[in-house]
């Protein structure tokens, strides 16, 4: 142990778990392969070599909602879709984030018809919305880097509604858990 001995007395530093969580999150944010319309091409342009946005934030398309923490609505979203797209968002683990990409996905675009929903918040809510028909790939990377800021300062539940409540919110869990293998 000679080596290390005394090297780490200035180097100690103290923070809170919840930042060290986000931190990890939000460098790792992991998003669900899904795509709707046009805006989905400037996305998956955006995620490739000339551009790299996987790389350079740490994430990965997931095939799986289990797997992701983040969606992008890439976008028309139709009245027909609206149901999944709510299911997979169900189908995310907590904490989760969505990221509206386009006119489209953010209010509907020029489709103002029967057939369009106009905007997908109204089946989901959305953290960022990133404009334009279709947002440049920048304009994703300004999203994505808004979306960071966000993810950093999230809360867990015992910060929010303090520990006892998140002792009880367990407990229910955990009973609902078991009673469910039974
Ligand atoms: S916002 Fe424009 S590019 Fe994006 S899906 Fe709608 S029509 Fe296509």
């Given at each position: 142990m000679g080596l290390i001995d005394d090297r780490f007395d200035k180097n100690i530093f103290i923070t809170s778990l919840d930042f060290v969580f986000n931190w990890a999150r939000r460098s790792s944010l992991w998003w669900l392969q899904f795509g709707l319309a046009c805006c989905a091409i400037e996305m998956i342009s955006a995620s490739?070599?000339?551009?790299d946005l996987a790389e350079r934030f740490g994430m990965l398309y997931r095939a799986s909602p289990r797997q992701a923490d983040m969606m992008f609505i890439a976008g028309t979203v139709t009245k027909k879709m609206a149901p999944i797209v709510r299911t997979l968002y169900d189908q995310m683990p907590e904490p989760k984030w969505v990221i509206s990409m386009g006119s489209c996905a953010n209010v509907g675009g020029p489709y103002d018809?029967?057939?369009?929903?106009?905007?997908?918040d109204q089946v989901i809510p959305v953290d960022i919305y990133v404009p334009g028909c279709p947002p440049t790939p920048e304009a994703l990377y300004y999203g994505v880097l808004e979306l960071q800021n966000r993810v950093i300062k999230y809360e867990t539940m015992a910060k929010k509604q303090g520990v006892d409540a998140a002792e009880s919110q367990r407990r229910a869990d955990r009973a609902e858990a078991m009673a469910a293998q039974v």
């Open positions: 490739m070599s000339r551009f018809t029967y057939a369009v929903l106009q905007g997908v």
